[in-house]
């Protein structure tokens, strides 16, 4: 068994920063690469950014030069520092983790969400 737990969202204003932190644990062989994707109401659940275990970096093109991906001190802890936040990056933010157990092989785990709202 995995869990993943987020922390970190909340309401910030526009042009204002959030750092969400994921921190996955239990039976963990190891751990390939974390992410996070986030789903506005109404919408598909998207990619927002990723890191592999080797360091390697991917952004989804609207959150390029505002939003950071790093791998936290601890862990299987992955960090998202987001700057110069807008409106439109107002959603439910996950935490993925694609995690090899000695039992279930290699899958995709997922947090329970952290809401992160951008308003005045």
């Known amino acids: 068994q995995v869990q993943l737990v987020e922390s970190g969202g909340g309401l910030v204003q526009p042009g204002g920063s959030l750092r969400l932190s994921c921190t996955a644990s239990?039976?963990?062989?190891?751990?390939?690469?974390m992410g996070w994707y986030r789903q506005a109401p109404g919408k598909q659940r998207d990619l927002v950014a990723v890191i592999t275990t080797s360091g390697h970096t991917h952004y989804e093109d609207s959150v390029k030069g505002r939003f950071t991906i790093s791998k936290g001190d601890a862990e299987n802890t992955v960090n998202l520092q987001m700057d110069s936040l807008k409106p439109e990056d107002t959603a439910v933010y996950y935490c993925s983790a694609d995690v090899r157990t000695i039992v279930a092989g290699s899958r995709a785990y997922w947090g329970q969400g952290t809401q992160v709202t951008v308003s005045t």
């Open positions: 239990g039976s963990i062989f190891s751990v390939n690469a």
